[in-house]
């Protein structure tokens, strides 16, 4: 036995019964609102945050990799905190991504880098004595190929980058695909 509903200006919905023997409920919300599918809600809990260094002192007007290297967290050991130092994500979706870079003294000009899949994706850059400087932003990431890193750039080099709580590299998942 089957039940559709038919729109007003176009489409239906069919309820059908189950295949197999047994019970089936579906429970719809008391008052107003939307059914989701499981496929459409996103996935719970994935995110990274790490912090602290890997020795580095990066040579003038070069970029360099930050090798951050202590986790906070990492929900779904999507981090590599040891060898490539990126956040390579299995979910697809659109990821917040944050960037801290603390240099050791001050430089000239400082930039923090999102690089994306081993090229510049996005970057923040300010021309002082500067020590420290941030980025974020918002990318989507397929879930099997796509990584990010943070990088950094220096107009001054001999500089070291501090290996301190302020040198940090954060993310996680705003919306699955």
């Given at each position: 036995?089957?039940?559709?509903?038919?729109?007003?200006?176009?489409?239906?919905?069919?309820?059908?019964?189950?295949?197999?023997?047994?019970?089936?409920?579906?429970?719809?919300?008391?008052?107003?609102?939307?059914?989701?599918?499981?496929?459409?809600?996103?996935?719970?809990?994935?995110?990274?945050?790490a912090y602290g260094v890997v020795a580095t002192t990066p040579s003038g007007g070069t970029?360099?990799?930050?090798?951050?290297?202590?986790?906070?967290?990492?929900?779904?050991?999507?981090?590599?905190?040891?060898?490539?130092?990126?956040?390579?994500?299995?979910?697809?979706?659109?990821?917040?991504?944050n960037g801290g870079v603390c240099m050791n003294s001050g430089v000239s000009r400082l930039?923090?880098?999102?690089?994306?899949?081993?090229?510049?994706?996005?970057?923040?850059?300010?021309?002082?004595?500067?020590?420290?400087?941030?980025?974020?932003?918002?990318?989507?990431?397929?879930?099997?190929?796509?990584?990010?890193?943070?990088?950094?750039?220096?107009?001054?080099?001999?500089?070291?980058?501090?290996?301190?709580?302020?040198?940090?590299?954060?993310?996680?998942?705003?919306?699955?695909?």
């Amino acid at each position: 036995m089957s039940i559709v509903l038919v729109g007003s200006t176009s489409g239906s919905i069919t309820l059908q019964e189950p295949a197999v023997a047994g019970t089936t409920v579906l429970d719809l919300p008391a008052t107003s609102g939307t059914v989701a599918l499981t496929s459409q809600l996103p996935a719970t809990g994935l995110a990274f945050g790490a912090y602290g260094v890997v020795a580095t002192t990066p040579s003038g007007g070069t970029s360099t990799k930050v090798k951050v290297s202590t986790e906070y967290f990492d929900t779904a050991s999507a981090y590599d905190n040891a060898t490539n130092y990126r956040f390579q994500p299995t979910v697809a979706g659109y990821y917040q991504i944050n960037g801290g870079v603390c240099m050791n003294s001050g430089v000239s000009r400082l930039m923090a880098m999102i690089w994306k899949n081993g090229s510049e994706y996005q970057t923040t850059d300010i021309n002082s004595n500067t020590v420290k400087l941030s980025i974020s932003t918002l990318l989507y990431l397929n879930g099997s190929t796509d990584y990010v890193e943070l990088y950094t750039w220096n107009g001054d080099g001999g500089v070291g980058i501090a290996n301190n709580g302020q040198t940090n590299f954060n993310g996680g998942l705003v919306r699955a695909a």
